[in-house]
């Protein structure tokens, strides 16, 4: 009996937490997921929060990511992207946030085929950004690095709807979009 009423606990505990996520934060992540899976920049920049473009013009935006996937030395794939984590949605100087972990392989192929040899320069650069067991070479010689990070959704007077940045600690524009109070709500959620 006591197992059944723990069960229970349990199972009504998770749906409290399931029931806390916004159903529309979870559309438009599904959204912004898959465009970003299929590397539809147009898309990733329409769900993209929009104060950023305040401080990088969407055009410019655009450019540099298009540029970082596909360029005369290398091409970037994405794989196995997932989200891992949506934190609780909190309400704070009238707009709704919430903290996302994600995780991805990010594929990265030389094209120049005079840069044989020069995959282990950038596996080494990769490494020291990463860490040396998130980095490796495949059978091809791409360069795959698994990547575990953050973003904030927020839907405020900048973002009517739910929209989404990318979220590191050392990043700062992060402090430009946001107030410290928000930004020290985030790092609440571990």
């Not at 305040?54 to 450019?63: A, G, I, Q, S």
């Not at 973003?151 to 929209?163: E, F, G, P, S």
């Not at 979220?167 to 524009?173: A, N, V």
């Not at 410290?180 to 571990?190: L, Q």
């Amino acid at each position: 009996m006591k197992k059944l009423w723990l069960v229970l606990v349990i199972c009504g505990a998770c749906c409290s937490l399931f029931a806390q996520t916004d159903p529309l934060l979870q559309q438009r992540l599904n959204y912004f997921m898959e465009a970003n899976r299929q590397l539809h920049f147009d898309s990733v920049i329409a769900y993209t929060y929009p104060k950023l473009f305040t401080l990088v013009p969407r055009d410019e935006m655009l450019e540099m990511l298009q540029n970082s996937f596909e360029n005369e030395q290398l091409t970037i794939r994405l794989d196995s992207l997932q989200t891992d984590s949506i934190y609780p949605v909190f309400k704070m100087q009238e707009g709704s946030y919430a903290k996302i972990r994600y995780s991805l392989n990010m594929i990265m192929q030389l094209k120049d085929s005079s840069a044989a040899g020069k995959e282990n320069d950038l596996l080494a650069a990769m490494q020291a950004q990463y860490g040396t067991g998130k980095v490796r070479l495949d059978s091809a010689k791409n360069i795959v690095v698994q990547v575990t990070a953050l973003m904030l959704a927020a839907k405020d007077k900048y973002a009517r709807q739910w929209c989404f940045v990318n979220l590191k600690d050392s990043d700062p524009l992060i402090s430009q979009l946001f107030t410290k109070e928000i930004i020290d709500k985030t790092a609440t959620y571990k």
